[in-house]
């Protein structure tokens, strides 16, 4: 019985002898393995890249803007008092003049009445006293004081057609009620806003202009509309406006006007053709030089051969190149290839 205990014992201690062993040689092959030189993770990436440079942009002067109506006015009172007839709805075509609002101006006819009859009055009492003074009946004093009384009700009589006059609010311009904030019963203040007229019987467009392109506009020139809505129709405007100063970014406001919108309506996204090649510059890089689409735009630069990530605005696909609008200048060196491996701070190795 003892004999077979030993016989266990020694077993056991042998398959323990034999499990320390192994791990003892696995630990050193580890350990020669962690010994082993590593791949440099500061390896230059090879790339290839292409310097920023202002290029010519060889297309069509097209510019796009929303068009706008030809004029539009409020309608305003000029006087304080309780309406009374409302002589317009929502898309009621008026003419410049026309009583629109109508105002309750019972005690100024009244008060009008009342100051003709005191004009009547003293108009008797000049002419009696012009001729009392011819006879040496009374003084010139007397004769100018009645005189004075007479202007004076003149005064208030034409003081009081105007309050009149000021009682019928009347359009402004021509066009369309495309407004209306009035109701009869209603009582108004005097620059209270009644309503919006728009004339919209010639409409307009307020494009930006580069200062290269704006020296080659005239005023009177044609010029070709189109609009998405209508595909295949075109519209002829004239330019009608050419600002005389730029903008901080050397843009210079252009107004074309459209006499005939047809169909159009104002705020109508459209396109200006003005027939003639552009000459504008702009920064140009290869569209290879993205990273991301069009919709989340960014590059890598160099700068002392080290890639730094850089946001960029985008403008126009001019062919096989990206027009930039902002975050690189003229010179900087994009990478054109390679830049799948990169990321911010990677060194980098220039190739041909």
């Known amino acids: 019985m003892k004999k077979t205990s030993l016989i266990v014992i020694v077993s056991v201690l042998a398959i323990v002898t034999f499990i320390a062993f192994k791990l003892m040689g ?5 350990d020669a393995q962690n010994q082993l030189p590593t791949t440099n993770v500061n390896t230059p990436i090879p790339v290839t890249v292409s310097r920023v440079e202002e290029g010519a942009v060889s297309q069509q002067l097209v510019k796009t803007g929303n068009l706008i109506p030809f004029r539009e006015a409020s309608i305003t009172a000029t006087t304080a008092g309780r309406v009374t007839n409302v002589n317009f709805d929502l898309g009621s075509q008026v003419s410049q003049g026309a009583v629109l609002v109508q105002l309750d101006n019972k005690l100024k006819e009244l008060s009008l009445e009342s ?34 009384n007479y202007e004076n009700a003149l005064n208030q009589a034409e003081q009081i057609k105007k309050q009149l006059l000021d ?3 009347k359009a402004p311009i021509s066009g369309k009620i495309v407004k209306k904030d009035i109701e009869p019963g209603e009582f ?7 309503g919006t007229v728009l004339d919209v019987a010639r409409l307009k467009v307020q494009v930006l202009v580069n200062e ?5 506009l005239r005023l009177g020139q044609s010029v070709n509309i189109t609009a998405d809505v209508m595909p295949g129709k075109t519209l002829s405007g004239k330019i009608s406006y050419i600002a005389p100063q730029g903008t901080t970014e050397h843009n210079y406001p252009v107004e074309i006007t459209v006499a005939n919108p047809s169909s159009l309506k104002a705020g109508t996204f459209v396109n200006v053709d003005f027939s003639q090649k552009s000459n504008q510059k702009s920064l140009q890089i290869p569209r290879l030089a993205l990273v991301e689409s069009l919709k989340n735009p960014y590059i890598y630069v160099i700068d ?3 890639a730094k ?10 062919g096989d190149k990206i027009e930039v609008l902002d975050g690189l200048t003229a010179g900087d060196l994009v990478v054109v290839t390679g830049q ?6 990677k060194p980098v190795q220039i190739t041909k």
């Open 309 to 318: 990530q850089r946001v960029i605005k985008i403008g126009r696909e001019l």
């Open 167 to 169: 009682a019928n609010v």
């Open 115 to 148: 100051t003709q009859l005191t004009i009547n009055k003293l108009k008797k009492d000049v002419e009696r006293y012009n001729n009392l003074l011819a006879g040496n009946a009374t003084t010139e004093l007397q004769v100018n004081e009645v005189k004075y």
């Open 304 to 306: 002392n051969n080290v």
């Open 212 to 216: 290269s392109d704006v020296y080659q």
């Open 340 to 345: 799948l491996n990169l990321s911010e701070g």
């Open 188 to 194: 108004i203040n005097a620059g209270a806003v009644l």
């Open 26 to 30: 696995n630990k050193q092959k580890i």
